[in-house]
């Protein structure tokens, strides 16, 4: 990904990064707080990202990644939306609806799974 994006970055805006392990995703959220003369970025966690867009002081172990700052774009956008669906479902008491409302829960499931006809 290229990092001309990077330069158009103001105070204020929404970045995010990615501190997923191996191949999982989970974006982080952070907005932009200062940009030093040198081009350093300092986000609203602490964090400090270089010219690259890389973050500054990190030693990731050898299998991890380097967290990289990246646009908060609207595929971004759909996934943070889809994990935190994902994660609320799987935290979800589902005990609490009445049957109906999980029977219809089942088809829509069922529906996108390709194992039910319209």
Partial sequence: MSN????????GDT??????YSRTKHYNLVTVEKITPTGIIKTNDGKSWNTEGKER???????AR???????????KEHIKRE??????????????PTDKLIEIV?????????KEE
């Fill in 15 to 20: 970045a995010v990064y990615d501190d997923g």
């Fill in 57 to 63: 002081g990190a030693t990731p172990a050898r299998w």
């Fill in 66 to 76: 380097t967290n990289s700052l990246q646009p908060y774009t609207e595929e971004v």
């Fill in 84 to 97: 935190w669906a994902l994660n609320y479902l799987r935290k979800a008491d589902l005990n609490v609806l």
């Fill in 107 to 115: 088809g829509s499931i069922e529906l996108y799974a390709g194992r």
């Fill in 4 to 11: 001309e994006w990077l330069k158009t970055l103001k105070v």
